[in-house]
């Protein structure tokens, strides 16, 4: 078993910054790949960026290549979504999951065993 706790959400002016973290509890964390993965109304939920156990491998959304960073301290238990030059689109619920597969990465959000109970990120123009 794996629980997952976000937080770092919030309100941010558009150019700005936040970054989420993700405390994993349970299961030894370095051993499974995570990813986040977000939710717009009235939208279908879709990967952000995702890390290999180690953290060495990563894949992001387009949208957010060269703005948001992915990253994991294994020894303190925790993911991290660093976000900069936020844009009024990337106004969702943030969601860290994990899965449990034996796979490097996934950005298929149904791959996902665990699932954190999310955090708003709301970005103003």
């Known amino acids: 078993q794996v629980q997952l706790v976000e937080s770092g959400g919030g309100l941010a002016q558009a150019g700005g910054s936040l970054r989420l973290s993700c405390a994993g509890s349970?299961?030894?964390?370095?051993?499974?790949?995570m990813g986040w993965v977000r939710q717009a109304p009235g939208k279908e939920r879709g990967f952000v960026a995702v890390?290999?156990?180690?953290?060495?491998?990563?894949s992001y959304l387009d949208s957010v290549k060269g703005r948001f960073t992915i990253s994991r301290d294994n020894a303190k238990n925790t993911l991290y979504l660093q976000m900069n030059t936020l844009k009024p689109v990337d106004t969702a619920v943030y969601y860290c999951?994990?899965?449990?597969?034996?796979?490097?990465?996934?950005?298929?959000?149904?791959?996902?065993?665990?699932w954190g109970q999310g955090t708003q990120v709301t970005v103003s123009s």
């Open positions: 999951a994990a899965t449990l597969r034996a796979v490097t990465t996934t950005i298929v959000p149904e791959e996902y065993d665990y």
């Open positions: 349970g299961r030894a964390f370095s051993t499974y790949p």
């Open positions: 890390s290999s156990r180690s953290g060495r491998t990563t």
